[in-house]
């Protein structure tokens, strides 16, 4: 039976320079993002590594990203790391809709073993985002 625990996270630090992009078209940036997670996943500084891409050059456009983060804390007081697999999207209003599942094999320490997935909704400007998660640990 999955234990469901939830907590928020902030972002602390986000560089997204543009790999390329078409006039008038798509453009494609190389996301990295720094998070610190508290609540059932506390962990500080993770690091995220994410592809993203906006539907048009306008940077306040629609779009998707895909990526991976990797977190070295603790679960519900269990220490280790592990690596989230993360894929979402956006809308011009800014509000992200991520999902997320933990990378097989990927926990250390007490989190070896561990599976799971959750997600977020995200609104630009909001200070921090709640999450969810549902895991088990072998």
């Known amino acids: ?6 907590g928020s996270f902030t972002f602390a630090d986000w560089r997204e320079p543009v790999l390329r992009e078409v006039e008038d078209g798509p453009r494609l940036t190389a996301t990295t993002v720094t998070n610190h997670f508290t609540g059932g996943i506390e962990a500080a500084g993770t690091a995220c590594a994410y592809t993203t891409v906006y539907t048009s050059g306008n940077p306040d456009s629609a779009g ?3 990526g991976h983060e990797l977190l070295t804390g603790t679960v519900d ?3 280790g790391s592990f690596v989230l697999a993360e894929r979402g ?3 011009e209003k800014a509000t992200v809709r ?11 320490g ?7 997935a959750g997600g977020f909704t995200a609104v630009h400007g909001e200070p921090s985002v709640t999450y969810t998660f549902d895991y088990e640990l072998d």
């Open 1 to 6: 039976m999955p234990t469901h625990t939830t």
């Open 64 to 66: 998707s990203f895909s």
């Open 77 to 79: 007081g269990r220490r």
């Open 89 to 91: 999207t956006f809308d």
């Open 98 to 108: 991520c999902v997320f599942e933990v990378v097989p094999g990927s926990g250390t």
């Open 110 to 116: 007490e989190l070896a073993g561990l599976r799971g």
